[in-house]
């Protein structure tokens, strides 16, 4: 799977069936580039039509795993001057019928929203600590979804 914003990863993630059930590799540092080796983990469950975002990190990179069940609509927008796909915005459905991990930089708004029928589970590996260490700095997030004249707006 390709995107075309800078710096954006997707793999496709193969699961592997057997009689028990499958498993899935989800990310491997062999596979990835160092600076973004997970620091936390954590799962979420978004219920059909609810969206999460938009808002992008100052320095915080998202690995994000798309593995089903339900399906979402990823958003993505390539909100660094610096970039060469600056202004770049990409729009895919992953999930149960496309299962996907997607690293997203910081820099690069993301927001995502179930368009499937049933509850839908996320997985996230970001490289930084929610919070800092203890949970004692502040957040790495800038919102945009409460903002109506936001120009990252979802369809």
């Given at each position: 799977m390709n995107c075309d914003i800078d710096g954006v990863v997707i793999r496709e993630?193969?699961?592997?069936?057997?009689?028990?059930?499958?498993?899935?590799?989800?990310?491997?540092?062999?596979?990835?580039?160092?600076?973004?080796?997970?620091?936390?983990?954590?799962?979420?469950?978004?219920r059909p039509g609810v969206a999460r975002g938009p808002h992008e990190h100052a320095e915080q990179t998202d690995l994000f795993c798309f593995l089903g069940p339900s399906t979402f609509r990823l958003y993505l927008w390539d909100n660094r001057e610096s970039s060469p796909t600056f202004g770049a915005k990409?729009?895919?459905?992953?999930?149960?019928?496309?299962?996907?991990?997607?690293?997203?930089?910081?820099?690069?708004?993301?927001?995502?929203?179930?368009?499937?029928?049933?509850?839908?589970?996320?997985?996230?590996?970001?490289?930084?600590?929610?919070?800092?260490?203890?949970?004692?700095?502040p957040v790495d997030e800038i919102r945009h979804e409460d903002d109506p004249e936001s120009p990252f707006q979802l369809d």
């Open positions: 993630i193969s699961k592997h069936h057997d009689d028990r059930g499958w498993l899935a590799e989800l990310f491997r540092h062999d596979e990835m580039d160092a600076d973004c080796y997970p620091a936390m983990a954590y799962v979420s469950v978004t990409a729009v895919l459905d992953l999930g149960e019928a496309k299962h996907a991990l997607v690293i997203v930089p910081p820099g690069v708004v993301h927001a995502y929203r179930n368009i499937g029928d049933i509850d839908g589970l996320i997985f996230n590996a970001p490289n930084r600590l929610y919070a800092g260490e203890g949970k004692r700095q």
